[in-house]
């Protein structure tokens, strides 16, 4: 690919960047706490305090110790709801620098600023136009705290251990002690994001044992750190009670069926219906220039010289096991917030599949023929990764939201909400029910039963005996 064209397809894929952005930021400006978890965390911490809410919680709900730490930290605990105007922005910032984190590894020094900047408003746009649950990712502070925040931290994690093998993967302290660091609060964030981390751990281990018959003592201390991390995550006792009650949970026979049969329809949607094929398009020349960097193949790391049968074995297996895991864990298939990491780690492997099938045909195939016809190769695919990305599961939304006003009249309600509940003298309160259902910001409302969970804790934070929605919720 020539640099004048890179320039170009460079170009493309920033302004295309910030279209995406723009509403999601714009959105973000009209964001605000979620009855769903989020004052019922504030009050936790307001009674009991900070580590003892984090206690309580590990004790009767969930062993995921970083997301509790995070999730107890609650802006609204202080009162600041600008915070959630914020934090979205900043969990956009950390993705994007992960993503540029990523590129800017894999392509090392051989290629120029102009190819990692196109390679990661590649994998952004891939990854974000492509989310099923657009509030529990960015916008909703308990799901931001736990699969929007470790899906940042694990692209930083694999552009730090992308670093560290290209110095030799011995011991550095620095890097070490990184890595531990993001591998436990990954790990502690979800199930979900400990199998992320321990697929790659296990890939990392697998090609150092097929290619140089030994493992790094660095890996032997990561794996170690992972093991100790998802000890205290399963050790729980909250685990039992959050998953209790389940008919088809842990039940090995249905998990399977139901996640071949879920994988079946999943795998060839996300090919066919997203911008991930002409973006991968995009990503082959790159994939090229990069194979052609070394002069043998085993100048590579041992993850880069696996025969891209293991990469296709690999990607399978991790795309199986989470899948499996809400199957397993609650008997129901992936809802819209874990099927957010489920993309992720399809789109990398993806990524990864093809880099290996690159370097194993590089210098195999003679792409000399194909020379004339790269520029309007390369523009066609530009153009049929934004048509696919403008016609998926987010762009429609998010414009749709903003552009129409729902977010704004949304904003000034809940800003009314809380004139009124901020009323002394008034212990039982009636919410008039939203006129304005966003479904790119909300979630869930309270309910007309004051002894649903969400009213009770909106009623103890507001310092009401009783709060209720009059009616019912709107239908978005």
């Not at 900043?90 to 894999?106: D, H, M, S, T």
Request: aromatic content about 14%; overall charge positive.
């Amino acid at each position: 690919m020539s640099g004048s064209l890179l320039r170009i397809i460079t170009i493309l894929l920033g302004l295309f960047t910030i279209v995406v952005l723009t509403p999601l930021i714009a959105l973000a400006t009209y964001n605000h706490p979620s009855p769903t978890d989020d004052y019922c965390f504030a009050n936790t911490v307001i009674h009991y305090g900070f580590w003892q809410a984090q206690q309580y919680y590990y004790d009767g709900w969930t062993g995921r110790f970083f997301h509790n730490f995070i999730v107890h930290t609650n802006p609204i605990i202080l009162g600041w709801y600008g915070a959630y105007k914020i934090y979205p922005m900043i969990l956009l910032a950390l993705v994007i620098a992960g993503c540029f984190a990523v590129a800017n590894q894999l392509l090392a020094s051989f290629l120029d600023l102009n190819a990692k900047i196109a390679l990661a408003f590649g994998m952004f746009i891939g990854f974000i136009t492509t989310l099923a649950g657009i509030p529990e990712y960015l916008y909703w502070y308990t799901g931001l705290a736990s699969y929007g925040l470790s899906s940042a931290l694990f692209l930083f994690l694999l552009a730090v251990l992308m670093a560290h093998q290209q110095r030799g993967f011995n011991w550095k302290s620095g890097y070490v002690i990184t890595e531990s660091l993001l591998v436990t609060a990954i790990i502690g964030s979800s199930e979900m994001t400990m199998v992320l981390v321990l697929s790659v751990l296990v890939l990392i281990v697998f090609g150092d044992l097929i290619e140089r018959r030994r493992v790094s003592a660095t890996m032997v201390i990561l794996l170690g750190v992972a093991a100790v991390a998802c000890y205290y995550l399963f050790k729980a006792p909250g685990n039992a009670i959050r998953l209790g009650g389940n008919p088809h949970g842990s039940d090995i026979p249905f998990t399977l069926i139901s996640s071949l049969k879920f994988a079946i329809t999943y795998i060839p949607k996300q090919l066919f219906t997203t911008p991930w094929l002409p973006l991968s398009i995009l990503y082959l020349p790159l994939a090229w220039k990069l194979a052609g960097t070394r002069r043998r193949r085993s100048d590579f790391p041992p993850y880069l010289r696996l025969h891209p049968f293991w990469g296709l074995l690999y990607m399978v297996a991790t795309l199986l096991a989470l899948i499996s895991l809400h199957f397993y864990g609650v008997g129901i298939a992936p809802i819209p917030r874990l099927i957010n990491l489920i993309n992720l780690a399809f789109w990398l492997c993806l990524l990864y599949n093809l880099t290996l099938l690159v370097i194993r045909i590089r210098y195999r195939f003679d792409p000399d023929a194909l020379v004339p016809y790269l520029r309007p190769i390369m523009l066609l695919a530009v153009i049929w990764a934004v048509v696919a990305a403008s016609m998926g599961t987010l762009l429609p939304v998010v414009y749709g939201d903003w552009l129409s006003g729902r977010a704004a009249q949304y904003d000034r309600e809940m800003l009314e909400r809380y004139a009124q509940l901020s009323k002394q003298g008034d212990a039982n309160s009636v919410i008039t029910p939203l006129s304005q259902y966003p479904v790119s910001l909300f979630l869930e409302d309270i309910h007309d039963n004051p002894q649903h969970l969400w009213n009770r804790c909106w009623a103890d934070y507001f310092h009401k005996k009783t709060i209720i929605l009059k009616g019912h919720q709107p239908t978005p």
